[in-house]
């Protein structure tokens, strides 16, 4: 999880002017930082400059304008970032190409030299007509989702990058539209089949700039923020200590084994043990964890939150489906008529392969009467009208095993 942004340090403000406004406290929790106050280029320069363009871009009601024409060249943040995701919401005039870079290097003569691009585009014009080159698309290397659902030219989109562990993915308003594995021999494979083949460094800096790209046409940014993996967020809780036990105790249900929780290689195991439950309770909260649970027939394991029931085995609770047939999604195991919902699904796109038994990342945040679910990343369940009480965490593992691991809360304030 990363941390939020320490604003009360002035020095480390100026040099890395990131900002939590316009936030929502759920979002501040999460580590989320702005990069674009709205009302000027601080915390951005022109490539190979040492300073913003001094024409071609505008701040305009709270945007990063590129003028048509302009001239200014593209834009790149102060700061690097390795492993990150990033969100900002872009509109295009009729016709107009642009496009988003991250991992930038300045090593060549311009950005995409270096860094991979989210193509900005209105799918209108000509260029589209390659798959590879319409909005979303990973510029010239993977087409973007068949039913991606872009909006068109003069209305905003919302587009979020987010690059961890190696893998990248693209999302458009909330779905995911295009995956890929730098570390891969098909992106080693496509990079080689490309025009990029013959600038060394594209597609493999392992931390870089995040570049805006003038491209001659009109094209605005705003809600400009990030997030970075490798920090921790401010008031985050380690809830398991990756030694034993400590802050958990038992609830054996019917059939269970009450040894079958135990701690082996860093990580919480459980086979068929009932449930294990946090000491602690909380209502609003980011969650984030690893897991690991191998495909068997009989796989049966989730964790539930703001679990009521005293010392009972009732499942009084939200519960996230952890097995590998049902990952991500949420079941109602309380009295509330809660509403679940599941986002759509990208298709016809370029996905990386997990094993089974892969360790996968999960981030759960229960704010107020909503609980929202990301697998990996990518949204997999949302349910509204959830009990709003505090309760603790729990995991349960009806049948086969499953290893849980980095366990760590952030309160909403």
Not at 83 to 89: G, I, V
Not at 199 to 206: A, E, I, K, L, S
Not at 332 to 351: L, Q
Request: aromatic share 8%.
């Amino acid at each position: 999880m990363p941390r939020r942004c320490a604003l009360l340090l002035a020095v480390l403000a100026l040099l890395a002017p990131l900002s939590r406004a316009g936030l929502s406290p759920a979002e501040r929790a999460a580590g989320w930082c702005s990069i674009f106050d709205g009302e000027s280029f601080d915390g951005w320069r022109g490539y190979r400059a040492d300073g913003p363009p001094a024409k071609g871009w505008a701040i305009e009601d709270g945007a990063m304008h590129v003028i048509a024409g302009g001239g200014g060249g593209d834009i790149i943040t102060t700061e690097q970032f390795d492993d990150f995701e990033l969100a900002l919401e872009f509109r295009v005039a009729p016709l107009a190409n642009s496009g988003i870079m991250y991992r930038v290097a300045e090593i060549h003569g311009a950005p995409w030299m270096t860094g991979p691009e989210f193509q900005v585009l209105d799918d209108a014009r000509n260029e589209s007509l390659d798959p590879r080159h319409a909005v979303a698309a990973v510029y010239d290397l993977y087409r973007p989702a068949v039913n991606k659902p872009v909006k068109p030219a003069g209305r905003w989109n919302l587009a979020r990058i987010r690059v961890r562990d190696g893998i990248v993915q693209h999302y458009l308003n909330g779905m995911k539209v295009a995956e890929y594995d730098m570390r891969s021999k098909d992106w080693t494979d496509r990079i080689a089949e490309s025009k990029f083949r013959v600038y060394d460094g594209f597609g493999v800096q392992p931390r870089g700039h995040i570049c805006l790209q003038d491209h001659g046409d009109d094209v605005w940014y705003r809600n400009i923020r990030i997030r970075e993996f490798d920090k921790h967020a401010t008031g985050e809780m380690i809830l398991f200590n990756g030694n034993d036990l400590t802050g958990w105790t038992t609830r054996p249900r019917r059939g269970a084994d009450p040894d079958a929780w135990s701690v082996r290689d860093r990580a919480i195991v459980g086979t068929r043990g009932g449930l294990l439950v946090s000491e602690r309770k909380d209502d609003n909260f980011v969650l984030s964890f690893r897991w690991r649970s191998a495909r068997t027939p009989d796989a049966d394991q989730s964790l539930l939150i703001r679990l009521g029931g005293e010392q009972t085995d009732r499942l009084a609770g939200v519960e996230i489906r952890l097995d590998p047939d049902h990952t991500g999604e949420i079941r109602n195991r309380t009295d509330a008529p809660v509403t679940v919902t599941t986002p759509p699904r990208g298709k016809g796109m370029h996905t990386v392969p997990r094993p089974p038994d892969a360790w996968n990342r999960a981030e759960v945040i229960a704010d107020g009467d909503r609980v929202s679910v990301f697998i990996n990343g990518e949204k997999t369940a949302e349910a509204t009208g959830c009990p709003t009480h505090a309760g603790a965490i729990a995991l349960r593992c009806g049948s086969g095993e499953f290893r849980i691991t980095e366990i760590r809360l952030t309160p909403i304030e």
